[in-house]
Structures are given as C-alpha cells and as structure tokens.
C-alpha cells in the first residue's frame, strides 16, 4: 500500500519491472490529450518501463522503446487522432536544443499525451502544469516512485490514479 503524502503527490514502492509497467499501464488508461508525463531517475531507474506501461494502457499500437538514439517516437491508438509522443532529452545538451527541435510544440498539443525521460535537461521548456515521477533506486529490483501533481488538471488526474491503483 502506497502512502498517500498529500493531494498533490503520492509515493509507492515498486517491487519489480513487472509491477512498474502495471502501473504505468493504470497510468496510461487515464491519459488524456494536452497532458505532459515527466519521468526523472538515473540510468536503469525504470524510467522506460514505466513508459511502456503508459503507452499500454493508453492503448498505443506500437510498443514503446528506449527514443534515445532519435529523440522522439510517436504512437497512435487503433482510431482517433490523439497521439502519444514518446521524448528522451538524455542527449540533448540543454533546453535551447530542445527549443531548437520544437520539442515544445509536442507539449502543446491538445491531441499529444507527451511522456518525457530526463525532462531535467530542458526544465525552461516544460509546462508549470504537469505529471512529474521520480524513479530512485532502492535495492536491485525494487524501485521508489514519487508522483507530484503540478496543477488541477494534474491533481485530479492522480486522485483518480490513487483510486484506481489502490481504493483510496
């Protein structure tokens, strides 16, 4: 059972890969279009398995991967025009790249669910209003995983993502 911090964030123990994408899946089943999902952690923090849980539960055609080597990879569902954009800055050198490759105007758009790896590296351009997951590490499988709400569009979408995972 997660502890519930306050309205606006929510921490949970993650006992393996399996369990992280699960609940990037229940995630991904509340993604609506015009929202930003950021996810920080260090290499192998689980950062893409919750991303690919995301993408499931959002119903995305395509299983998500790793976008490091192209930035940016762009699922669709089976119908409709929502898409769901899949960005790692990990090589990118700052926000002014990001800039420069129009990264922002992903965030923008009312049919785009972005999901974000290493969003740290390009902070100036991120929405105020947005998902933010840390990933840490705590032992070889297990992961910490901290939701933080930034607006209300955000927080009722993890109050809805709290009763959904865990009946609270």
Known sequence: MAPILDERSLEFISR?????????????????GGQVICLEGVLGAGKTVLAQGIGAGWGAVTPLASPTFVLAREH???????????????RLRDAQEAWSLGVQDWMEDPQAVVVVEWP??????????????RLELTDETQRRLLFTANGDSYRAM??????DAFGV
Do not use: K, N, S
């Open 120 to 133: 740290e590296r390009a902070l100036e351009i991120l929405p105020a209003e947005r998902l933010w997951v």
């Open 16 to 32: 393996d890969p399996a369990q992280t994408r699960r609940l990037g899946a229940r995630l991904g089943r509340l993604a609506r």
């Open 158 to 163: 993890l109050r809805e993502f709290r009763r």
């Open 76 to 90: 669709r569902r089976p119908t409709g025009a929502q898409r769901l954009i899949h960005l790692d800055l990990y």
